[in-house]
């Protein structure tokens, strides 16, 4: 059965047969190219994520994101939402967009897309005019615009550009000037990112080329002649350069005179330029600086701890879930009359025992409360009063009995 086009044109038009592989794009290598240190221009999301502190900042929220539970409910006038039953399509497709791929992975890749280019494309493929599996493309293959009241989405394939429309496509963005297009970091914030990079890069050479004993023994009238500094020259790197030879005591023949090397200003302003350029890169992807374990000069305790961990929610990742909540909530294919999906952030921001337990308290009170006993079961993970106690975990054996 092969798969139909849709009124604005489908995935059919690229493959003519049944195949649930998505269009090969022209502009992204199957395997991005690996380079054995950071790029000094920081000008594509490869090379972006190469820079440890802006893999650091996008890994945090697609990792934090993709781990929130995804539910999809359904509005209803009696009971004002209701979770939608596992034969929802949004559910199933939710659940596993793709063969081999999961929920995790799908809401993981869009952040990722939303966090380097500022915005991601959701591709739609059909099968008999259902959909039949989600997928991410490279938001540099695609080109928008604007014709008249509709959007019209350009992809570029190995088999030439192709126009789609919202039923093939669903575009999130992120901040944008014009309404079509997200805000790509890697434009806005090329001079930091192209500093951390070469402090990075820089950092790395040191290592590597850089010859820094503890102290220098020295003799008055050493090694004369070409050949005899050569071999010095040369005894040195073989000794001293690199990272297996660092700190160690350097020895030269003749009356010896030990110089001891210190911590220079330079080393020292160094370091302060990397944790400057930590933070630099973190307020870029509005990520709390200590949470990529860059310093940020703050004595942390249990309490602040908790409230910073509020305060990376609430700013760093709702922002971002809700417009993936919203772009999913208004796809008519996806979530058809009053369905929508909403990130479920209570586990994140779940208070200590002792706190739950006031809470709790508090709702369960016969006059003023507003919860029932199934409910907080429910919330706190426990099994419904109605099922039977197993036997490994609440009834004891003989054995036990006797021992209490």
């Avoid at 190219?33 to 994520?49: M, R, Y």
């Avoid at 570029?156 to 126009?163: F, H, I, P, Q, V």
């Avoid at 080393?267 to 944790?275: A, C, H, I, K």
Wanted: proline share 6%; glycine share 8%.
């Amino acid at each position: 059965m092969g798969i139909r086009l849709t009124a604005s044109g489908g995935w059919a038009g690229l493959t003519g047969a049944e195949d649930r592989a998505l269009p090969i794009v022209d502009s992204q290598p199957a395997y991005p190219t690996l380079s054995s240190g950071a790029p000094l221009n920081v000008s594509t999301a490869e090379e972006l994520l190469r820079v440890s502190d802006a893999w650091a900042c996008v890994r945090v929220l697609a990792d934090s994101i993709s781990t929130l539970p995804l539910h999809v409910y359904r509005r209803t006038a009696e009971q004002g939402r209701q979770p939608a039953g596992e034969n929802s399509r949004a559910v199933q497709l939710l659940q596993r967009p793709s063969p081999g791929s999961t929920g995790v992975d799908l809401v993981s890749q869009i952040v990722v897309w939303l966090a380097v280019a500022g915005e991601a494309f959701i591709a739609k493929w059909r099968q008999d005019r259902e959909i039949v599996q989600l997928g991410l493309l490279p938001p540099n293959s695609v080109q928008v615009e604007m014709r008249g009241r509709r959007v019209v989405y350009l992809l570029d394939t190995l088999k030439g550009r192709t126009e789609h429309g919202p039923d093939d496509i669903l575009h999130v963005k992120g901040m944008s000037l014009d309404g079509l297009r997200g805000l790509s970091p890697i434009a806005h914030f090329r001079t930091a990112l192209g500093l951390s990079s070469s402090l990075q890069q820089s950092a790395k050479v040191y290592t590597e080329e850089g010859s820094k004993p503890t102290g220098v023994l020295t003799v008055e009238g050493g090694a004369k002649g070409q050949e005899a500094l050569n071999r010095i020259q040369e005894t040195w790197q073989n000794r001293h350069g690199g990272v297996a030879n660092m700190h160690k005591v350097a020895v030269v023949s003749g009356d010896i005179k030990f110089t001891p090397v210190g911590f220079s200003a330079d080393d020292s302003q160094f370091l302060q330029q990397r944790e400057l350029s930590a933070r630099e890169v973190a307020r870029c992807f509005r990520v709390p600086a200590w949470v990529i374990d860059a310093p940020t000069g703050d004595s942390l305790t249990y309490a602040n701890v908790a409230e910073q961990n509020r305060a990376l929610a609430t700013h760093s990742l709702r922002p971002w879930a809700t417009r993936i909540e919203r772009a999913i909530s208004n796809d008519a294919d996806l979530c058809p009359g009053g369905t929508y999906v909403q990130f479920d952030f209570d586990g994140l921001l779940r208070a200590a025992s002792e706190q739950r337990a006031q809470q709790y308290t508090a709702a369960l009170n016969p006059q003023t409360g507003w919860m029932q006993r199934a409910e907080v079961r429910e919330l706190e993970d426990l099994p419904s009063e109605t099922e039977p106690p197993t036997s490994s975990s609440t009834e004891s054996t003989p054995q036990e009995a006797d021992v209490a």
